[in-house]
């Protein structure tokens, strides 16, 4: 909502629109009333800071196909990059490829579907669109099952957090406290009361913009450190075990098999289970169509892909059988400086994701209550959104292992929302029919339900089983 400007505005007029050197519209006539006069070399008393952020409003603007890419990367990079090593130990080295080469594919077909059924609908949100299509209780699973996905992942970002802090401090000479348990928990905490928390609270998806532009940057930098430090460490002797089929002596296998070789699908699914904020990023894209949300989508996912397969590759080539959790956990970053820096950008990286699912989480729940982020008061906003964080936190703090809430999260969560929901969605929004959408388009959908439907049974089923196991 704009201010009120000092004379009343035509009919027609274009609506206000902020921008990161000034606004126009009623704003920009309410600065020419102002008495005031502006100095003629106004433009030389601009600071560096207002140039940049003029720079970065226009590379990236609000709203764009560029801030909506970013989004959807820093919504689906976060703490699933580095389970990807011990998912493809689990899974065999070839299996885990062709997950990664399998799923982008149907998460921008998935996108596709969602787009096409928010647009039929005339509705722009997750549960709002299950409400039109699949009726009252429909809106209410989606809503549900959208909490655990969300919920699961910000978990999982609090314990990579931890992951990081134990990484760093382990070898040190900081105190013995700070490396214990209850100190790590107590670090983990200060993260995330001063860089997690405030992140949250934002209305909209697109204020992350910049933020999930950078953290992506500072994501690359960490990958070219696990390429580099596998070459340089594990790879070389790894590569020269290599077995076929299943074998325990071996450091890396290619075909896995049993229960073990499905484990790590949950976990690669979640990976790219971007689709948790796929409305709430298309509700804030600027003149937004199913076109541009799919163009944004296969930007991000080509950039999701080439991370993921490098530290998929590299990372359990490097640590080989020894791979069963975050590689986080794996390095010394006090003796490897060049480590301890991207574990930074990790952290940020980390940060803008537990936000992004943060929002999510946030407005599957508000929808259960009845209320819109848009137009709920600020305080009861506010309460909402630190108490659901302490919540998070706390789960973070006290569950150790974080392929286990992977493993949940994506066969679960990320087999209805990424693959079940929208193939039903483009089913039940109208026309879906051989002759009307075509053999492709209807063949598609249908792998899609079923991959969701495999994803969620057999992933699910074979996490359990390795929690019961061990």
Known sequence: MSSAAPNPVPAGTEPVELTAVGCKGNDEQRHDTNPTPKPEDSKENVGCFAKAAAFVAATIPPGGIAASAFNIGSTTVGAGIFGLPAASQSSGLVMAMFYLLVIPGMAVFSTYALGVAADRSKVNTYEGVARVLLGKWGAYITALIRVLTSFSGCVAYVISTGDILHATLKNSSASDFLKTTAGNRLLTFIMWLCCMLPLVIPRHIDSLRHASTVAFVLMIYMVAVVVVHSCMNGLPENIKSVSVGRNESAEVVLFNSGNTAIEGLGVFIFAFGFQVTAYEVYMDMKDRSVRKLVIATIIAMTMCFTLYALTALFGYLDFGSKATSSILLMYDPLNEPEVLIGYVGVLVMLFVS???????????????????????????????????SVVMLVCGLFIPKINTVLGFAGSISGGILGFIFPALFLMYSGGFTLQKVGPLCYTATYVLLLSGVIAAVFGTGATIYGVVVG
């Open 354 to 388: 537990y936000a992004l699912l943060g929002m999510s989480c946030r407005n599957a729940l508000y929808s259960l209550i009845g209320w819109d982020a848009n137009t709920v008061a600020f305080w009861k906003h506010c309460i909402a959104v630190v108490s659901l």
